[in-house]
Antibody
């Protein structure tokens, strides 16, 4: 069974940093791209970042480029999102998601999500 | 960047009636190399992560009831729930996975009338 468990969220002040982790199981982690998607309270889904299976290629939304860094440890089956210079508008539930078999930019399994709140 | 626009933002349908959601992309998401539309539909219920319903614009995910169907090509797509059930109350999103950034539509909230 595919499972993804996010951790590392919480309350942080504007300008601060936070690192999210996503522990994956139930599939060959290194064979799939992985994606972070966020959802601000009461709002829709926003694609944040994607990393290839090998980790060699990364992609970012303009809204986070230069502030967030996606990475992965294939030996530990874990995905990361390092978030720096956080802003109030980064407040959201962050979902870790597995790249789909039918298209690596799509996602077919989602974690339960992890809330990040940026506030003073 | 491709922009995805859904309509309507919300709709209320009687139980057993048809619900139709539209999704329009600002550029074609049809690949000439494989003749496939890179369009997926998700369902999100309150407090839950999204779930895949339809990919390749019209291929139903395993386990998804056949009352859900997807159609369209190029830039215009439709998700149809042929006979709305109480458990279908949710927000529905389309997403293009043709290019990066892989944008989502703004979502359509489906309720019972």
């Amino acid at each position: 069974e595919v499972q993804m468990l996010e951790s590392g969220g919480g309350l942080v002040q504007p300008g601060g940093s936070l690192r999210l982790s996503c522990a994956a199981s139930g599939f060959t982690f290194s064979s799939y791209a992985m994606t972070w998607v966020r959802q601000a309270p009461g709002k829709g889904l926003e694609w944040v970042s994607t990393i290839s299976g090998s980790g060699d290629s990364t992609y970012y939304a303009d809204s986070v480029k230069g502030r967030f860094t996606i990475s992965r440890d294939n030996s530990e089956n874990t995905l990361y999102l390092q978030m720096n210079s956080l802003r109030a508008e980064d407040t959201a539930v962050y979902f870790c998601a597995k790249g789909a078999n039918w298209g690596w930019r799509g996602v077919d399994y989602w974690g339960q999500g992890n809330l990040v709140t940026v506030s003073s | 960047d491709i922009v995805m626009t859904q309509s309507p933002d919300s709709l209320a349908v009687s139980l057993g009636e048809r619900a139709t959601i539209n999704c329009k992309s600002s550029q074609s998401v049809l690949s000439s190399s494989n003749n496939k539309n890179y369009l997926v539909w998700y369902q999100q219920k309150p407090g839950q992560p999204p779930k895949v319903l339809i990919y390749w614009a019209s291929t139903r995910e395993s386990g998804v009831p056949d009352r859900f169907s997807g159609s369209g090509s190029g830039t215009d797509f439709t998700l149809t729930i042929s006979s709305l059930q109480a458990e279908d109350v949710a927000v529905y999103y389309c997403q293009q996975y043709y290019t990066t950034p892989s944008a989502f539509g703004q979502g359509t909230k489906v309720e019972i009338k």
